[in-house]
């Protein structure tokens, strides 16, 4: 578990509805919204309500479960807004193209032949 922080982090004021989203899914402990930016016809961000870990490696460590709660609201978005199959990835590092440090999974699908979160 990474220390407290003294600010939320965006996705915590886009759990708690202070910052706006399209919401596609919501469990007691994990959101589903829309990427403000999308590199897919389906790009969804799904990630736990509060910012406890800062990436998937420190959520695999101290919460499994919720790492599988994660997974199955990806595959439900997926059921919902496309045909079931989907790339689910977990940008882990500022050089991996991480720039959200509160653990995200990107659902990506629909028409994925030319799909990139490198940004190129
Ligand atoms: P990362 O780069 O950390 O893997 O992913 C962060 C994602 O959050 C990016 O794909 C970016 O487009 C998305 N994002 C950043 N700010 C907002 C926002 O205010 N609203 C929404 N819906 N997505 C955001």
Known sequence: MTESRAEPTLFERIAAREIPASFVAETD??????????????????????????????????????????????????????DGQFRLVFNTGAAAGQTVF????????GGLEEATLAGE
Not at 29 to 51: C, L, M, N, S
Not at 102 to 109: D, E, P
């Open 29 to 82: 402990r994990v959101i589903a919204f829309r990427d403000i930016a999308p590199k897919a016809p389906v790009h969804v961000v799904v990630t736990p309500k509060a910012g406890t870990y800062r990436d998937v490696v420190e959520l695999a460590e101290g919460d499994p479960g919720l790492l599988a709660e994660l997974v199955a609201v990806a595959r439900s978005v997926a059921e919902e807004l496309s």
């Open 102 to 109: 509160h653990v995200h999974a990107h659902v990506l699908a």
